[in-house]
């Protein structure tokens, strides 16, 4: 299993720095403007990267992420599709930590182990299959262990204790500590003050754990710091950028750079 994630973490609580990990959808608003987007995000300064595989239903996202998923697969991306873009990432960043959010149907349709076969030969490191119940997961696990893919889950507010334990103990990379129960959005007032249970998580011994949804403003980066996370993920944002510019390649590249840039300060200091 790859130990990208793991260097990262390291280096970064040397630096005495937060992760800032945007989201974008593969493929979004097409596959030649996404390659721009993914290779923005990194220049930005993006300490790792989650993307999101193109599906028609994605129940977990909110507006902006579902426009994203209608523009990719609009555009003609699918998995393969997909896969090609982080393969591109990936040769050009070596050290880079990639993640991929996906739902259940897009690996089970090819089967398991060539999904997770396939995402490991384009460079992924880890997958959050995110509407797969924690109880339901085991083949899901012992599939991604079996091609070096880091399982990630999801810890909500109001987890009860027995199912939070579950979940540190099957994550790996990182865990996906969500601020709020519902779909994911850029919200103005993101709750993040979520110390008591990223304070369990860690007694726990779950991996560090980044903040998301809702997560669109430098102040909820630091907030997500002050709760004891190790960074925090941002999508909606990115998604309503590319939205906004998809016209223009070269807007849409200097306003993603300029979004990560600011998202990144947020971790230091």
């Known amino acids: 299993m790859s130990d990208r ?12 720095e937060g992760a800032f990990v945007p989201f974008a959808v593969a493929g979004d608003p097409d596959p030649a403007a996404s390659a721009v987007v993914l290779e923005a995000l990194v220049e ?9 595989l193109p599906f028609s239903d994605p129940v977990a996202d909110g507006p902006a992420i579902q426009r994203a998923d209608a523009r990719a ?17 990936r040769s050009r960043h070596p050290d880079l930590p990639i993640g991929l959010l996906v ?33 339901e997961a085991v083949p899901f696990i012992e599939s991604a262990a079996r091609h070096g893919i880091a399982p990630v ?35 103005s007032d993101a709750r993040t003050d979520h ?29 997500a710091l002050r709760s004891g996370a190790a960074g925090a993920i941002s999508g909606s944002a990115v998604a309503a950028l590319i939205e906004r510019h998809a016209e223009d390649r070269a807007a849409l590249r200097n306003e993603l750079k300029a979004f990560v840039a600011s998202m990144k300060a947020a ?3």
């Open 44 to 52: 930005g300064g993006a300490d790792a990267l989650e993307i999101g």
């Open 103 to 135: 739902y259940a149907n897009l690996v089970l349709a090819p089967g398991m182990d060539s999904f997770y076969a396939a995402a490991a030969e384009a460079g992924a490191d880890s997958v959050l299959v995110v509407d797969a119940p924690t109880l």
């Open 195 to 223: 110390a008591d249970l990223i304070a369990r998580l860690q007694a726990a011994g779950a991996p560090p754990c980044l903040l998301g949804f809702g997560i669109s403003r430098p102040e909820h980066v630091r907030g």
């Open 153 to 187: 889950f999801i810890a909500t507010p109001g987890m009860g204790e027995a199912h939070l334990k579950m979940v540190a103990g099957l994550t790996r990379a990182y865990t996906y500590v969500v601020t709020r129960a519902g779909v994911t959005g850029a919200d």
């Open 73 to 89: 697969l609009t555009a003609g991306t699918g998995t393969a599709g997909a896969l090609d873009l982080i393969r591109g990432i």
């Open 267 to 269: 971790t230091r200091g």
């Open 5 to 16: 994630y793991e260097r990262l973490f390291d280096r970064l609580r040397e630096a005495k």
